[in-house]
């Protein structure tokens, strides 16, 4: 059964960092993208940053471009996500994601985590 589990989330003044973890088990996700989502009360869940399976290419949503840098090691099968330079808008529940496939046509979630930046 593929599970994924984010920590690393907590309370943070403005200005702060976090380090995000999401680690997954029961399948190998080495072959697979991976992202980090979130979702603040009252709004839609949206999308903030995706890596290839490599490593080699990530992409960030505008809102957290160069604040935030993720990043992942195959061998724990683990994906991370620093982010700095947090803001109050950045408060919400954040979510880890593996990416379908040709061959695995299922996209898999984390239970969500939650970051609140104080002003």
């Known amino acids: 059964q593929v599970q994924l589990v984010e920590s690393g989330g907590g309370l943070v003044q403005a200005g702060g960092s976090l380090r995000l973890s999401c680690a997954a088990s029961g399948r190998t996700f080495s072959n697979y993208d991976m992202g980090w989502f979130r979702q603040a009360p009252g709004k839609e869940r949206e999308f903030v940053a995706r890596i290839s399976w490599s490593g080699a290419r990530p992409w960030y949503a505008d809102s957290v471009k160069g604040r935030f840098t993720i990043s992942r090691d195959n061998a724990k099968n683990t994906v991370y996500l620093q982010l700095n330079s947090l803001k109050p808008d950045d408060t919400a529940a954040y979510y880890c994601?593996?990416?379908?496939?040709?061959?695995?046509?299922?996209?898999?979630w984390g239970q969500g985590i939650q970051v609140t930046v104080s002003s």
């Open positions: 994601r593996v990416y379908a496939t040709l061959q695995d046509p299922h996209n898999y």
